[in-house]
């Protein structure tokens, strides 16, 4: 009884603490800047009260936040704010922007869980959707507003680093497929990969935030990939033989874990994902929830 009152008194504590150095951060002079240089997107730029954020210590380790929902970056509140913020300049690849209307339907449909308005892990899910429209689809790094594009590196299973450059030209799924018993990232290039699984995936591949398990700087969370095959899949193999596999009509899915490197904006610094390569392909092939379990099939590898 006596440990459980201290407790409380203890956190009652942190938060006076917490709450004090809110309002002073407030209440300084960093809430009266004019919108046009601020950092966040276009979101909040009419709210005057915003705080800047302040550049994290060299070494934090967790960051606890009291910025105020409205006052979060549009990226971390909208899972679509880089499409919704064009202001006709921004250079689609393409031409013109993406259309996730389906994709985004099937999402909201279909995901396992519905965070709380602001919480970390529906920060986090909006971060990681803007970012992926970002590397996909924005020609200009310069006009990227979820990541800072000059050291940005992204790890995949372990292996090399990998620019924002190459992770566009190689494409997404050849950079996280890698080379598996029924694909090879070296028979086929980005365009060819994602036209074959926009065929085989019709109505998209959906990505949710499961959990986050630490705050910024270094947010580690599980997320969830899942799309439904109702196209034939059609793509080379590590053996350099073409797979042709007929739809099946099932969800094809799976799980992995990614350590974001972040600033006091969110905005991404760097990406390691990990999670078992094989799992999607073994799926098209062997049907709905089935996979090898194989040790020789592949697993986890990642040759280049
Ligand atoms: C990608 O590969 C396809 C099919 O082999 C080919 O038609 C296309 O020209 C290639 N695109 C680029 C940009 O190399
Ligand atoms: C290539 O790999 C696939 C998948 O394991 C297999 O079915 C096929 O027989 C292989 N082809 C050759 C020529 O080894």
Redesign the pocket.
Known sequence: MNSLLGHVTLNLLIFCVLFKVAWSYRSSGHSHHTGQNFPFGSGNRDNQNCPVPRPFAPNAEQVVDNVAYECLPSYLRNPNAVLDEDDGTIEWAGGRQPDYTVVDEMFNRERTIIHPRGSMEDRIQNLMKNWDKEVRYKRNPKQWIAVVPDNFYMIVNGGPRLTLAEISQLGSYNVFLGNSEFYSKDY?????SDAAFSTALKSGFALEVLEVYSPPPRVALRFRHWGHMTGPMRCPMRNGTWLDAPPHGGVVEFYGDTVLHVNEKYQILSMENTFRGDTLMEQMVLGNGRVNNKVDAGSGSWIW
Request: aromatic share 0%.
């Open positions: 086929i290039n980005s365009t060819a």
